[in-house]
């Protein structure tokens, strides 16, 4: 049991990693978190129905990212607040869903926060699966990606479709937070997503340097919190996701101090 944790926990670590650095770059840490909501009806359903979590979930995700999306690119719609919307009627569907089945036979808070030391074979198979797809997309669409999300008035200049490629990256990020909900849940996904890749950020500019950092943090982070699980016997992914925000204020806390010290140095 504990080495298929450990093997999820490096898998799901190196997943939120890779799509992190995206989120932190294009400041879509806010969609992301209404998208965690928002997956829930969908697992829940799916769970109900006794079909895979993993479909429940994307589809779901699915209507929800295009809905952003269509959203964004309409004048005179406020997509933040659609989204911020999205966040608590998403949550609320799915608390909906589970009290209208009497005798649910899963707990309600494997959804929220996970239970990364009941993972199957069959879970880890579809963490595997996913981030070789993820990665390989991320790293065939790197260029437009980036482009469209920086550079979005030049990118159609250049004749890229950058509606599409923003609904190419939204749904990259479901896959991935549907991925993590049997380890993590719902609600913490995000944490393990946006903390580490922040606390990269916070040492380069260069993207495959933030990519290794946002990476390594995550699969440490994933690590740390599980041993802590074990040693104090602290919820799995409450000590994942706490761990990983504890890397984002040592990174930032150390950040400052070096800062101080090179311009101390500096007017010496």
């Known amino acids: 049991m504990i080495e298929r944790a450990v093997l999820e926990v490096l898998l799901v670590g190196a997943l939120a990693g890779l ?3 995206h989120v932190v770059m294009r400041r879509l ?3 992301t978190m209404a998208l965690t909501h928002a997956t829930f009806p969908g697992v829940v359903a799916a769970s109900i129905i006794g079909v895979n979590l993993l479909l429940g979930g994307v589809v779901t995700g699915a209507v929800i990212a295009l809905g952003v999306a269509a959203l964004s690119r309409r004048r005179g719609q406020d997509a933040a607040a659609a989204t911020g919307v999205l966040l608590s009627g998403g949550f609320a569907l799915g608390a909906a869903l589970v009290a209208t089945q009497s005798g649910f036979s899963r707990d309600l808070s494997s959804f929220l926060v996970g239970s990364i030391l009941t ?7 579809i963490t595997a699966v996913a981030l070789a797809v993820v990665a390989a997309t991320l790293l065939v669409c790197s260029r437009p990606l980036l482009y469209a999300g920086f550079d979005p008035a030049g990118a159609r200049a250049a004749g890229l479709a950058v509606g599409a490629w923003d609904v190419v990256l939204l749904l990259t990020i479901q896959v991935v937070v549907v991925t993590l909900v049997p380890a993590i849940g ?4 995000l944490s393990l997503i946006v903390a580490p890749a922040a606390a990269a950020r916070l040492w380069s500019d ?8 946002a990476v390594g943090l995550a699969m440490a982070s994933g690590l740390l919190g599980l041993w802590i699980s074990a040693r104090w016997n602290v919820a799995a992914g409450a000590s994942i996701s706490l761990t990983a925000t504890a890397a984002l204020l040592l ?6 101090a070096v800062a101080g010290i090179t311009r101390e140095v500096a007017a010496a």
Request: proline share 0%; net charge positive; charged share 15%.
């Open 19 to 21: 799509i992190g650095v």
């Open 251 to 256: 990174s930032w806390a150390l950040r400052r």
């Open 206 to 213: 260069r993207l495959r340097v933030i990519t290794a950092g």
């Open 29 to 31: 840490s806010f969609f």
């Open 186 to 189: 719902t609600i913490l996904a």
């Open 119 to 125: 993972v199957s074979s069959q879970d880890l198979l």
